[in-house]
Each structure stands twice: as structure tokens, then as C-alpha cells.
């Protein structure tokens, strides 16, 4: 008999019912290095950017000319750690489950705390997150099978360039979900009214129409199934950034690793527009 799936937290006790400080304090104690896909769903999550002071405003514009990809949510002051916007007891040296340390563009760890990589000069970019819409579309009776099966979502590159800021460029990013039909266009209203998080699909259907050849391997994250009755859903995403920091090879920098997400005190419920 298989061993069965088992959610991203379970070995720290979290569930989709957590609070997001039950998450952060996890992640800072040591015991959640997994992905948050599926953990304390009433919860905005982000994705990171840490880069040095002076990158930060070059940056901030490739995110102003990319919201879909980008939305920022919060930014720190340089040197800081905190994000108070986001969560009054915040360390974003610690509250990640895992981190991308990159330097010359090319990742070289991926620790679970960045007390041995923290400088001074470092300014934290909150970008929003597809995790975050996730809980609309659960709340709405939409299944998204990676949550069923307790994996990332499936992350894959494409052929769609964005718009360059100074030495940030490169492809828009997606995550993919399978949908059948009807699910695929309520989901489609729901994201509309979620901006901050991305909002609606960037594609559905052919994933060669973007240049994805093969949906069994993805760029990040995990693969995951699609049936015969579904279609492939793909939303910009938040990783979009680690590909223009790639192509900037920047000296050094800090990301998320895909998926490990800060869960933060907003509610996923206060993104939603009218």
C-alpha cells in the first residue's frame, strides 16, 4: 500500500487552519524547511526579493512595469528585517522556511535562515502570491489537486519577455493548475478581483501557445497530472523575479526558494476588490 501524501507542515503540526504566526514561528524554530502551499489559507503569503540598496530602485521599477508578475506589497527599509506592514513581529531573516542565496546570478544555498548572509545594506521586497488566491478558489469548491496531493504548485519559464528595468529582464514566469472547464471560469472571476496576487490567468489551454513543451517537467516546483477533461491554468508568478535577478547577476542577493513563502498577518479576504 503507498504511503499517504502528507500536507507540507504536517510534521510541525500545521494544517490550512493555522495562523500565520503558528507558521512563522515554526519556520523560525527550525522545524518547517517545506513548502507553504496549503498552510494557514486565510493568509496572504509573498514571495521575496532582498537585493542591495543599490539595486532597489531599478528594481522596484521592473516590478512597477511588470504588476502582474511583481505586485509589491511591502518594502523594508534598508537593513531592516522587519516588514511591519505585513506583520507587526516579522524577521525576514528567519520566517521563511527556506531562502535562495544567489551570487553572480547563480544560486549557490538555500539555507533556512540568513543570520550568516544578512547585511546592512539589504532592502526586503514583499511580492504577492498565487498561494494567497488559492483560499478563494478552495472556499468557491474549486479543487487544486497539488493542495490534494501536498505538493508545490507546478511552476514552468516561458516565451513571453517582460519589461526590462536597467539589467532586470527576462521571461514571465507562471504556475500552472488543472482545471475542468466550468472551474476554469469562475476561477477566472474570482482572480480577476485579486490584483495584488497576481489576478486573473495570463493563458489557459496549449501551453505551447507560451512556449511550455513538456507540463511533466517543470521549471520549479512539483508536476502534477492533467486529466483528459481539463484544461492547464496559468497565472503570472511570483518567481518571474528570480529570472530577472538571473539575468541581472546581481553580486549577491537573497529569494525565497520556490514555494517556501512568508505567510504574513494580512487576510487573503481584504485583497479581494469590489
Known sequence: MPSPVLSPGAAAGLTARSTARDVRAAARAGHLSDHTSGLASDYVQVNLAILPQALATEFQRYCERNPRACPVLAVSEPGSPALPALGADIDIRTDLPRYAVWRDGVQVDTPTDLFQHWRDDLVTFAIGCSFSFEHALLADGIRLRHV????????????????????????????????????????????????????????????????????????????????????????????????????????FCITHAPGHMLVTDLLNRDLVTA
Do not use: K
Not at 155 to 163: I, P, Q
Not at 170 to 176: E, I, R, Y
Not at 203 to 231: F, K, M, T
Open 148 to 251: 490534494e496531493q501536498g505538493r508545490n504548485v507546478s511552476m514552468y519559464r516561458t516565451d513571453r519577455a517582460t519589461e526590462p528595468s536597467g539589467a532586470f529582464r527576462g521571461p514571465l514566469v507562471v504556475s500552472m493548475r488543472p482545471m475542468a472547464a466550468a472551474d476554469a471560469i469562475r476561477a477566472i472571476q474570482i482572480t480577476s478581483r485579486m490584483p495584488q496576487v497576481h489576478g486573473a490567468p495570463v493563458h489557459l489551454g496549449d501551453p505551447a501557445l507560451i512556449g511550455i513543451h513538456d507540463l511533466s517537467r517543470p521549471d520549479y516546483g512539483d508536476a502534477v497530472a492533467v486529466q483528459p477533461h481539463e484544461l492547464p491554468v496559468f497565472w503570472a508568478c511570483g518567481v518571474t523575479p528570480q529570472a530577472a535577478i538571473a539575468a541581472a547577476r546581481p553580486a
